[in-house]
């Protein structure tokens, strides 16, 4: 079955220094979800990517896919405290509308 | 604006008590999931439904089962709660989609459930 590993598990950066999350995969990745979770909430989708290279961007978030399709990074650039919380990425399990989860990535923004 | 509720954002229970999670979508869409989120290992599917009355065991369906008699309503079932369901359970609903992946999924709140 599919794997998700999430680097780091955690991270704590000064309010405005840039981060990256990555997201590495077992298995070639056909579809990508970037979602983030504010403490003791849902999840809000973020950025879903597909094919090999693409990259989006939203507000002073980048997600890339890398050309293999086997790791997806998260960028901040300029992190506020808003963009604290958990970030998960999920992925196509290829079959029958389902997403398997990495564990997620702990960031916290100290201002 | 799309909505996904859960019946309860807390709720505590006694070990051996039949425990119902109510989630209701407003978006006409045909799956809904349930999932249960435990910290350092994510995200992990309990079961799947793509219409009514058809359900899917997810990764951990063992001490659950679900109830999908409306469209909009997906049920939980804890049959007799034990400690080690202490954790947050997430329903999520998205499109049925038949190529090109799954759609996006929407999430509720999320209820944090503790079995004393």
């Known amino acids: 079955s599919q794997e998700l590993e999430q680097s780091p598990q955690s991270l704590i950066v000064q309010e405005g220094k840039n981060l990256t999350i990555n997201c590495t995969s077992s298995k070639t990745l056909y579809g990508l979800y970037w979602y983030k979770q504010k403490y003791g909430e849902g999840l809000i989708f973020l950025m879903m990517?597909?094919?090999?290279?693409e990259e989006k961007s939203h507000e002073k978030i980048t997600a890339k896919l890398d050309e293999k399709k086997q790791q997806s990074s998260l960028h901040i650039t300029a992190s506020q405290p808003s963009h604290a919380g958990i970030y998960l990425c999920?992925?196509?399990?290829?079959?029958?509308?389902?997403?398997?989860f990495g564990a997620g990535t702990i960031l916290r923004v100290k201002s | 604006d799309v909505k996904v509720t859960q019946s309860s954002r807390y709720l505590v229970k006694r070990t051996g008590e039949k425990v119902f999670l109510e989630c209701v979508q407003d978006?006409?869409?045909?799956?809904m999931f349930w999932y249960r989120q435990d910290p350092g290992l994510g995200l992990r599917l309990i079961y799947f439904s793509y219409d009514v009355k058809m359900k899917e065991k997810g990764d951990i369906p063992e001490g659950y089962s679900v109830s999908r008699e409306k469209k909009e309503r997906f049920s939980l079932i804890l049959e007799s709660a034990s400690t080690n369901q202490t954790s947050m359970y997430l329903c999520?609903?998205?499109?049925?989609?038949?190529?090109?992946?799954?759609?996006?999924?929407?999430f509720g709140p999320g209820t944090r459930l503790t079995v004393t």
């Open positions: 990517l597909q094919k090999g290279g």
């Open positions: 999520a609903s998205s499109l049925w989609i038949l190529a090109g992946g799954p759609g996006e999924q929407y």
């Open positions: 978006m006409d869409h045909e799956n």
């Open positions: 999920g992925a196509d399990k290829g079959y029958g509308n389902k997403l398997v």
